[in-house]
């Protein structure tokens, strides 16, 4: 995926930072600070109902239930509609490959190659081409939601904002001056990590960050294999959970699922193709065993996704595999469409390889010809599950908030400066804070644009216009 740049390879560090000062005329920095709903804003509702319209209908009332949950699972939920509100405002030009999700949930720990547990951003099914700061804002906004959920006053939300927005800022600075490849290594392993924030973190803070690491490391495919799977006559098969688990025996129930079962035989082996020769290799010591549709996360419910057992050695030698869904990137229509992808799986993946410092070995991507509703659907696969750490903020003090905030500042700076220009990024930031305060004034305005919308769902559910399941 081609990053567009004002650069070339062999432009000078003072071209770059002249570029990226000047990048200031389009917006400045405490510009950002501003968010404004115009008259002609289009209904938010109307975002997500356009989602759904192509997603599995039975499934899309447990969306809606989830994000009726609170304002922040809302916001989880709502990446359509906020990429809409960024698309509507000025932006600094400083293209980066973007996340697109960036909330805070989305940054957790992850088991790389090597079996060491590093901190990353973990969901890319948006990632796309766009200003820098799109990205920033929609992590401090979600910051400001979780304190709200807890309670938090708005000094405390400030400051986890400002935590989070600083180390983005200071992280860049360090990358700016950096070699290219010792930026491309940089990774914050998680035992690093402990040491480098133990100086800032209370024994009860030390504590929960130890608790977290050694839970994530019980986190495994065989714990998913036990949770997921059962043994009985016809041997080690996907238990069914309807409608969240429904194994692919259970659709084929149907009549029109039949051929939706011929053409997911072809995914494993389509799939293969997308990998490195080693790592083909690797899968075909395994075989193909069942497959389910399982209803993930909150705004991905509705799309397809498939878990796939394989079995290698016996019964005992399990791997799940996630075949999910990929649509066109919410940020896709807001961008000028300057990137393009004949097959969405493959935007998902080469975005995840590009910003993410240690990816998972059975990446790829597939596509089905024509599924339940005659659609042709992208795909891309991953493991089920592999050492993944998920944070609970709802557990956290507000000391617990700003340390993780600083966590998933440092993480996006670094996704930032792997894909974009970290030279004209940190000149267009600077050294003072003005950014900062921009990022925590917009995240106030942004939370309360949020709440606004997640009520709006709950009206919209109460008087019949869409149905929501509390699944």
Same mark, same amino acid.
């Given at each position: ?23 200031? =005329? $389009? ?14 804003? *289009? ?6 109902? $356009? ?5 599995? #209908? ?49 940054? *957790? ?42 309670? %938090? ?21 360090? %990358? ?34 130890? &608790?977290?690491?050694? #839970? ?10 036990? =949770? ?47 990998? !490195?020769? &080693? ?10 065993? @069942?497959?389910?549709? #399982? ?8 799309? *397809? ?41 493959? $935007? ?10 240690? !990816? ?27 050492? =993944?750490?998920?944070?609970?903020? &709802? ?6 908030? *700003? ?15 792997? !894909?974009? @220009? ?29 709440? $606004? ?19």
């Amino acid at each position: 995926m081609s990053i567009p740049s004002a650069f070339t390879a062999s432009s000078a560090p003072e071209e770059r930072a002249a570029y990226g000062r000047g990048a200031r =005329k $389009r917006v400045s920095r405490s510009g950002h600070g501003r968010y404004e709903v115009g008259a002609d804003r *289009r209904d938010p509702i109307g975002v997500i109902e $356009r989602q759904s319209a192509t997603r599995v #209908k039975e499934l899309v009332p447990i969306r809606y239930g989830r994000m009726l949950e609170s304002p922040f699972r809302f916001y989880r939920g709502a990446a359509a509609i906020m990429a809409m509100d960024l698309g509507r405002l000025p932006d600094s030009g400083l293209t980066t490959q973007l996340c697109g999700d960036a909330h805070l949930l989305n940054f *957790r720990l992850l088991a790389s190659p090597e079996r060491h547990l590093v901190f990353d951003i973990n969901d890319f099914d948006e990632t796309h081409p766009g200003p820098f700061e799109w990205d920033v804002k929609r992590l401090a906004a979600s910051f400001v939601i979780a304190a709200r959920a807890n309670g %938090f006053s708005s000094a405390e939300q400030d400051a986890a904002v400002a935590e989070c927005v600083e180390a983005y800022r200071t992280r860049m600075r360090e %990358f700016a001056g950096m070699r290219t490849l010792d930026i491309w290594y940089a990774q914050d392993d998680a035992d690093h990590m402990r040491e480098l924030m133990a100086s800032s973190m209370s024994k009860k803070a030390r504590r929960a960050t130890a &608790e977290a690491t050694a #839970k994530a490391r019980t986190r495994t495919h065989m714990q998913a294999f036990a =949770k997921l799977t059962r043994l009985g006559p016809e041997g080690r098969l996907i238990a069914p959970d309807p409608p969240l688990i429904t194994p692919l025996r259970d659709l084929m129930a149907d009549s029109s699922a039949g051929d939706e079962a011929k053409e997911l035989q072809t995914v494993f082996e389509e799939y293969m193709k997308t990998l !490195s020769s &080693e790592r083909r290799h690797l899968l075909s010591h395994y075989h193909l065993v @069942d497959v389910a549709r #399982k209803v993930v996360g909150v705004g991905s419910v509705g799309t *397809r996704c498939w878990i796939i057992l394989l079995l290698g050695r016996d019964d005992d030698d399990p791997l799940l595999l996630q075949a999910k869904e990929a649509q066109e990137s919410v940020l896709a229509a807001h961008t000028g469409g300057r990137v393009h992808f004949d097959n969405q799986g493959h $935007r998902v993946v080469t975005g995840q390889r590009l910003i993410q410092t240690t !990816s998972d070995i059975f990446l790829g991507w597939t596509h089905i010809v024509s599924g339940l509703d005659g659609r042709d659907r992208d795909f891309y696969v991953r493991q089920l599950r592999d050492w =993944k750490g998920i944070a609970r903020p &709802e557990t956290w003090n507000p000391a617990m908030l *700003r340390l993780f905030g600083k966590l998933c500042g440092g993480s996006l700076a670094r996704a930032h400066a792997r !894909s974009g @220009d970290p030279v004209a990024l940190a000149a267009y930031l600077g050294g003072s804070d003005r950014f900062d305060r921009a990022l925590t004034e917009f995240a106030q305005a942004y939370a309360d644009q949020n709440e $606004r919308d997640f009520e709006a769902l709950g009206e919209a559910v109460r008087s019949g216009r869409v149905r929501a399941s509390d699944l």
